[in-house]
Structure formats: C-alpha cells, structure tokens
C-alpha cells in the first residue's frame, strides 16, 4: 500500500506561482511513476505531468512551458513547479504513482490539493 500526501496549494494571482509537492510513503516499489492530474468541478481528471523514477517526463500540451516536473527518489517526493498561472488552472491537483506488482500495475492517489488562480 501507498499513501500520498499533496501539499503547495492555494490562491494566486493570474501571473503567479505556486510549487506543489508530494510525498510517498508505504511500500513503494523503486521502479515508479509519479505525476500531477487536475480535476475542475464537472470535468474529468486530466494529466498535467509525469515523471519517471529515471527523470523521464511527459507534460499536457497546454502546460509545457509553464509547468515543471521534477523529483526527489530519495525522499520519495514529487514536485510541480507553476508559473504564470492563469484562471483557467483552477483545479483540485492530484498526485498519482503507479507502478508494477508481480506484473501487475497498481496506481494510487492523493486526497488533492486546491489550486485557485484569481484577482
């Protein structure tokens, strides 16, 4: 079992900045993936970012540029650094790992974090 702990959340100002965090604990398998999805009220879970355990990484269209995804292995933490944030990335944002179990995949989530970009 996994447990995911979200952090860095808040209201910004249009043009701000926030750096989210995630922290993993459990038994947590070295080979992983970790990432951010976003959830507004009435629409489904989107990805944001991901990163593997090897520094791979994979960014929505719309947020490469502004966002960046980066981790630490050792601390078994995730982070996702947002600038010049706009209303429209007003969401809850989730942390996610999954990884493989005796072939298997297990995926896990955090509870979220709010995110809210207004004046």
């Known amino acids: 079992q996994v447990q995911l702990a979200e952090s860095g959340g808040g209201l910004v100002q249009p043009g701000g900045s926030l750096r989210l965090s995630c922290t993993a604990s459990g038994t947590i398998f070295s080979i992983n993936t970790m990432g951010w999805y976003r959830q507004a009220p009435g629409n489904q879970r989107e990805l944001v970012a991901e990163?593997?355990?090897?520094?791979?990484?994979n960014y929505a269209n719309s947020e490469k540029g502004r966002f960046t995804i980066s981790r630490d292995n050792a601390k078994n933490t995730v982070y996702l650094q947002m600038d010049r944030l706009r209303p429209e990335d007003t969401a809850v944002y989730y942390c996610?790992?999954?990884?493989?179990?005796?072939?298997?995949?297990?995926?896990?989530w955090g509870q979220g974090t709010q995110v809210t970009v207004s004046s």
């Open positions: 996610k790992l999954y990884n493989y179990k005796l072939g298997v995949r297990d995926d896990y």
């Open positions: 990163i593997t355990e090897g520094g791979k990484t």
